[in-house]
């Protein structure tokens, strides 16, 4: 029991609600009910392609990771786990993904493919590169929106895509001054040795104005005539102001843990999905 729970731990579910946002564009075209079965295994695919790029980059970076105060508990760094299980665990979830991708459109396992190919040069390279590594990781995010796309068979507008991508560029931004303002200038990172503050408030500024700009625009191109949806406009940037003042006061490493400790982003984020959602399927 113990082993089965250690190969769960190395794939990283804390990570996965992050492929949630497969299921966006469905929901925002208002076909989430009507291809939910499509949509459940193209988020399911995702989850698994991204615990191939975890598990590759946390086996390139286990020397690594035993010198960070929380990365040194993960199981390769901790040599619990071996090179025998991270080959069956790549290979399980290589299967998996494979499978998924064979039963959903041609162009869902396109971006399942970007997407690998994505990791895989971050992992191997790119994530050295200052800028260009906040740029990469923020377009596996946008991959994930375009993939739900490709399961309805629908394209999306180009304000959503360009607030996604900015919205993760902001994530990706506010995890690097956080890593700043706590000294993470270790081994650990070397990318962070290659900022400083200045460069980062300005990449973190104009993502949170780009985002906020091009989700008012999506908003009022798609429902023109709906004050409800321009509504949430409101919430919505509330939950960006909270998040940046999160990332202000150091706080912002994990994202995943930081919306879950917050109760106004929940409260915030909570209410523009459910607003959108009443608007959307009314």
Wanted: net charge positive; glycine share 4%; charged share 15%.
């Amino acid at each position: 029991m113990q082993y089965l729970l250690l190969l769960f731990k190395a794939m990283r579910p804390n990570q996965w609600i992050k492929n949630l946002l497969v299921a966006a564009a469905p929901i925002a075209a208002g076909d989430f009910f009507k291809e939910i079965d499509q949509i459940f295994l193209g988020v399911a695919g995702f989850i698994s392609a991204s615990i191939m790029g975890y598990l590759v980059n946390d086996w390139l970076d286990q020397e690594a990771d035993r010198l960070h105060q929380r990365k040194k508990f993960r199981p390769f760094a901790s040599k619990q786990l071996k090179s025998r299980s991270f080959i069956l665990l790549l290979f399980f979830n290589f299967t998996f993904t494979l499978n998924i991708c064979l039963v959903l459109p041609l162009e869902y396992s396109y971006t399942v493919l970007a997407y690998l190919i994505f990791t895989l040069t971050y992992s191997l390279y790119l994530k050295k590169k200052p800028v260009v590594e906040i740029l990469w990781l923020a377009t596996g995010f946008l991959i994930r929106a375009i993939a739900g796309s490709t399961i309805i068979q629908e394209s999306p507008t180009g304000w959503f895509l360009v607030s996604v991508w900015f919205g993760a560029i902001f994530i990706v931004s506010a995890k690097r001054v956080a890593e700043l303002k706590r000294n993470q200038v270790t081994q650990t990172r070397q990318v962070i040795n290659k900022y400083n503050q200045s460069l980062l408030d300005l990449v973190l500024t104009s993502s949170v104005s780009i985002t906020l700009l091009t989700y008012s625009l999506w908003v009022f191109q798609v429902y023109p005539e709906s004050v409800l949806a321009q509504f949430t406009i409101l919430p919505f940037t509330l939950s960006i102001y909270l998040y940046s003042w999160h990332c202000e006061i150091g706080d912002a490493e994990s994202p995943e843990t930081l919306i879950y400790s917050d109760k106004l982003i929940i409260i915030s984020a909570l209410t523009t999905a459910t607003l959108l959602a009443i608007v959307i399927y009314q």
